[in-house]
């Protein structure tokens, strides 16, 4: 559609942002809805992160997402951050407010949760144990989004044990970081497997984990969406576990940014899957 002089703009910030599949997600909300407004790409170095954002009230930007390497370094520059961003120490999504301010949220939890509740209905929070592999910034939304929503205990498996141990003592009791090497150990009493790591990600090593004692029961995501189906899902599915794919939490994270900024409440839709799935390549 023509954008008029009033159009409202919105975009996303990252260093690279070019490969970003956001522009499609939010593009297809705003055709869908018929806003006057645009969702762009803003490639900005890591160096540039504060200006950018303190730019963004000066040329009337509702507001952004942030992705790689920005979401802990925002914490430093916004003006208020909600309790939960505050608990996960990342932002991914900015509002710029009437009276300038920079607000800092993080959806990927909320994303993470709403888009296991939709790809499986029977999954239950206080069903079992979680185990977490990686401890980066998608690790930290996960699991606080899980300690939210009433998992009993987290487990952590990262390549570097401090850093799991660091995060396990920072964000709670009911969570245990165990070695890389043990990874495959913590998976016996197992409801849910989550992969957090860049391992299985298109251009990377698959992710190295046996699944021999994953109870049959246990549900398996990833967060990656680029393949759609990692090597881990296929694992998991050609055992028989129920796994869920890492695009429903790239959408469902986008529509509380979409809300603030163009005043509407979209829906993930089977049409807005393939719409963002057909610009992946």
């Given at each position: 559609m023509t954008l008029s002089g009033k159009a409202r703009?919105?975009?996303?910030?990252?260093?690279?942002?070019?490969?970003?599949?956001?522009?499609?997600?939010?593009?297809?909300?705003?055709?869908?809805?018929?806003?006057?407004?645009?969702?762009?790409?803003?490639?900005?170095?890591?160096?540039?992160?504060?200006?950018?954002?303190?730019?963004?009230?000066?040329?009337?930007?509702?507001?952004?997402?942030?992705?790689?390497?920005?979401?802990?370094?925002a914490m430093t520059v916004l003006d208020r951050v909600d309790d939960l961003t505050r608990r996960i120490g990342a932002a991914n999504t900015i509002i710029v407010a009437e009276d300038g301010a920079l607000e800092g949220r993080n959806t990927d939890g909320y994303g993470f949760i709403e888009s296991l509740k939709a790809a499986a209905a029977d999954w239950s929070a206080k069903g079992g144990?979680?185990?977490?592999?990686?401890?980066?910034?998608?690790?930290?939304?996960?699991?606080?989004?899980?300690?939210?929503?009433?998992?009993?205990c987290i487990r952590i498996a990262n390549r570097t044990l401090s850093t799991a141990q660091g995060l396990a003592d920072e964000l709670g009791p009911d969570i245990e970081a165990i070695a890389w090497d043990q990874r495959a150990a913590g998976l016996g009493d197992a409801a849910l497997l989550v992969n957090t790591t860049s391992l299985g990600?298109?251009?990377?090593?698959?992710?190295?984990?046996?699944?021999?004692?994953?109870?049959?029961?246990?549900?398996?995501?990833?967060?990656?969406?680029?393949?759609?189906?990692?090597?881990?899902?296929?694992?998991?599915?050609?055992?028989?576990?129920?796994?869920?794919?890492?695009?429903?939490?790239?959408?469902?994270?986008?529509?509380?940014?979409?809300?603030?900024w163009f005043g509407r409440d979209p829906e993930v839709t089977d049409a807005l899957r393939a719409h963002v799935l057909a610009g992946a390549g």
């Open positions: 703009v919105a975009g996303i910030i990252g260093w690279p942002v070019a490969h970003s599949l956001s522009m499609r997600l939010h593009g297809f909300w705003l055709d869908r809805f018929g806003i006057d407004g645009v969702y762009a790409p803003f490639p900005v170095r890591p160096g540039g992160l504060e200006q950018a954002l303190r730019a963004l009230p000066l040329l009337g930007i509702a507001g952004v997402n942030l992705t790689v390497p920005h979401k802990v370094q144990p979680a185990v977490i592999l990686g401890a980066g910034g998608a690790a930290r939304a996960v699991i606080v989004a899980l300690q939210d929503a009433g998992v009993p990600l298109t251009g990377q090593p698959a992710l190295d984990i046996a699944l021999d004692d994953l109870p049959p029961g246990a549900l398996v995501t990833d967060v990656v969406y680029a393949p759609l189906r990692t090597p881990l899902l296929e694992a998991a599915a050609a055992r028989g576990n129920v796994t869920v794919d890492g695009l429903g939490m790239l959408l469902h994270q986008g529509r509380p940014g979409f809300a603030a």
